[in-house]
Structure formats: structure tokens, C-alpha cells
């Protein structure tokens, strides 16, 4: 996942392509955390007799979850602050310009604005970066755990 971010973090950098990029990484998200599920269902078929319960399956799934969005935030954050340290910037021109071919008002625009120079300001804190990025991911990951805990729970009869 990690490594599509930066490909794809790379590719709107050059040619402004927001979009396409954003459906790459979710894409790649979706695909990489659907190995949660065969992560669990192993767990359970080889190491717990065939039975798991909601709980042990979900909590299976946001740890690996967390650890791989602590990867991803890991690599986000050297990207960001070592080869595009001016991303905040682009993104905020970029959505800007969005909003102009879009036929946004002047009162849209200036609220658009101001909420731009919000995230730049904000984007100015590491912690807020950090958290920015675990936003984009983690629920992600939280949303697969959970479906993949519903799809393979199996109580034991005894």
C-alpha cells in the first residue's frame, strides 16, 4: 500500500490527476487488506480448530490493520517532509481550481479558500499530518476487519 502512495502521490505531483490517484490507492488499500481475511480465516482453520469468535476474528484484523497504516503513515510522512514538502500547497491550488471549472460563486470560492489555507495551516503540524493519514487508511482497514470478522466467526459447539 505503502509503496502505490508514493507512486501514486508521485504521479498527481507531475500531473495533477487527484482523481485517478485516489481511486489507485484506495484500490491498492482494498486489495491489500482483503489478505485479512485469508490471514484470519488461516487462523482459524489451522491453529483454532476451525472456530473463532467475532471478537478474536475482528481483533485479528485491526492489528494488522494498525500495523499496516503505521506503515503506510511511516511512509507518507518521509515522502511529505523529504521529496514533496510542498504538497499542502498544490493541493489547496488544486482543489481551488477545481472549484473554478466547476462554476463555484465568488461567496463558494472564498469559502473554499479559506477553508484551503485551514488545511495548509493545519498541514503545518506533524501531528496533524499523522492523523490526516491514519484518517485516510485505517478506516479502511476497520471496515475489512469487520466484514471479514462477520463473514468467518464460527462458534464451537462444545
Known amino acids: 500500500m505503502a509503496s502505490v502512495m508514493l507512486v501514486s502521490a508521485a504521479k498527481c505531483y507531475s500531473d495533477d490527476n487527484y482523481e485517478g490517484s485516489m481511486i489507485l490507492g484506495y484500490g ?17 482453520d489451522k491453529h483454532n480448530q476451525g472456530f473463532i469468535t467475532f471478537g478474536k476474528a475482528f481483533r485479528i484484523g485491526l ?17 511529505y517532509y523529504v521529496f514533496i514538502p510542498d504538497f499542502a500547497e498544490k493541493f489547496a491550488q488544486h482543489n481551488l481550481r477545481m472549484a473554478q471549472t466547476s462554476g463555484a460563486s465568488t461567496a463558494e470560492l472564498a469559502e473554499k479558500a479559506k477553508e484551503m489555507a485551514d488545511f495548509k495551516d493545519m498541514y503545518k503540524n506533524p501531528l496533524m499530518v499523522i492523523l490526516f493519514t491514519y484518517m485516510e487508511i485505517l478506516p479502511v482497514g476497520l471496515v475489512i476487519s469487520l466484514l471479514t470478522a462477520l463473514v468467518l466467526k464460527r462458534k464451537s459447539t462444545e
Do not use: Q
Open 28 to 44: 491498492s488499500m482494498l486489495l491489500a487488506f482483503s489478505l485479512i481475511f485469508v490471514c484470519v480465516k488461516n487462523y482459524r
Open 63 to 79: 492489528f494488522i490493520s494498525l500495523i499496516a497504516s503505521s506503515f503506510y503513515v511511516i511512509a507518507w510522512l518521509i515522502d
